[in-house]
């Protein structure tokens, strides 16, 4: 098997450098894909720093691969060479776990992730278990899709799976690379959506992906104004907030999910969750099968990432624009 070559980080917080690795034989259940395009995810860059203490250097970082299955193991039935696909942010599981079993494979305690301890997508090619791997709907372009497999599903799972529907009232926290999908999700869904940002700038776009409110959160009123409406509220920042408000604005039985991470700990008020039912919860990306699905809906409904796309060759460049949240919403790595 020909070498892969990349961009790596080789040590926490560096900048990446070119890379070669030989990747082995082919598993059975293996899928070579030749990478087009690649999205720059902020997981990437706490990976590349060593935030959460998990990286192994020197590793290539990316996990929103698009491209063509360049080769594929003796065992593959589903895919063939030629065939557009996706990889996201997991690319292998046990399959036989409890929660492998159920559907679940995304709380399989042995997951592997696409770029941990392993080599990622900012490369030419990259390798995954079959089953991670996943056909691109003929109506997705591939550099606003690439962003759909590990931002996209990180919205759209929890706003499937807490039921969002015409009937509900849901607010997204933060206009940026994620929550600026998550407003096109809930409104496919037929929900009244609220967009809640620091920028007032943002309100116009937030309105044309499909919120039918803006809230400045730097008004206090503004804020004020959104007590006891809304059903669900998803936030998707790396900021601390006020997070009682938040609670605040929830209707009874309603609840505050994060998939962005606040640096400090949440800390809030018992009273407002126990005489509303009020509940908090997180949510990871979802099941290949829920990946899936939203691949299907993102093509029948028109939903896409807004791209910045860049040379793989320069990703460095790309990521220093991310860190600075000068992209709007997504940068997008192309070979």
């Known amino acids: 098997m020909a070498q892969i070559h990349g961009l790596a980080a080789h040590a926490a917080g560096a900048e990446l450098l070119p890379f070669r690795y030989e990747p082995g034989e082919l598993g059975p259940l293996d899928i070579e ?3 087009s395009h690649c999205g720059i995810c902020h997981s990437d860059l706490h990976l590349i720093t060593n935030d959460w203490g998990i990286s192994q250097y020197p590793f290539i970082p990316g996990h929103e691969v698009i491209g063509k299955v360049a080769a594929v193991g003796e065992g593959v039935r589903s895919l063939q060479a030629g065939q557009r696909v ?12 409890e929660w492998c079993t159920r559907g679940m494979e995304n709380l399989c305690p042995n997951s592997e992730a696409t770029c941990v301890r392993r080599h990622g997508g900012y490369a030419n090619r990259v390798r995954a278990n ?12 591939s550099e606003t899709a690439a962003p759909l ?11 499937r799976s807490h039921g969002v529907s015409p009937a509900s009232r849901v607010g997204v926290i933060g206009i940026g690379g994620l929550g600026h999908l998550a407003v096109q999700f809930a409104r496919v869904f037929g929900a009244e959506v609220t967009a809640f940002s620091t920028s007032a700038a943002k309100e116009a776009e937030a309105r044309a992906m499909g919120a039918h409110r803006f809230v400045n959160t730097r008004e206090t009123r503004a804020l004020k104004e959104v007590a006891g409406s809304l059903d669900f ?3 998707t920042v790396n900021a ?27 800390s809030l008020q018992a009273f407002p969750l126990i005489s509303g039912i009020r509940s908090v919860t997180g949510s990871p990306i ?4 829920r990946i899936r699905e939203m691949l299907d809906v993102a093509a029948r ?4 990432a807004q791209t910045e796309r860049f040379p793989m060759a320069k990703a460095n460049e790309a990521i220093e624009k991310v860190k600075k949240n000068k992209v709007r919403y997504r940068a997008v790595l192309a070979n």
Request: proline share 11%; hydrophobic share 35%.
């Open 33 to 35: 894909i030749e990478i």
């Open 86 to 97: 996706g990889l996201g942010w997991q690319s292998n599981s046990c399959g036989e776990c």
């Open 130 to 141: 079959v089953r991670f791997v996943f056909p691109i709907p003929e109506a997705l372009e």
């Open 149 to 159: 497999l590990c931002g996209g599903i990180t919205v759209y799972n929890p706003l």
């Open 233 to 235: 509220i998803l936030s």
């Open 240 to 266: 601390d907030q006020d997070w009682s408000i938040y609670i605040q604005a929830l209707r009874p039985t309603g609840t505050l999910c994060f998939v962005g991470v606040p640096p400090s700990p949440v």
């Open 286 to 289: 979802g099941s290949p099968s």
């Open 301 to 304: 409904h028109g939903v896409k």
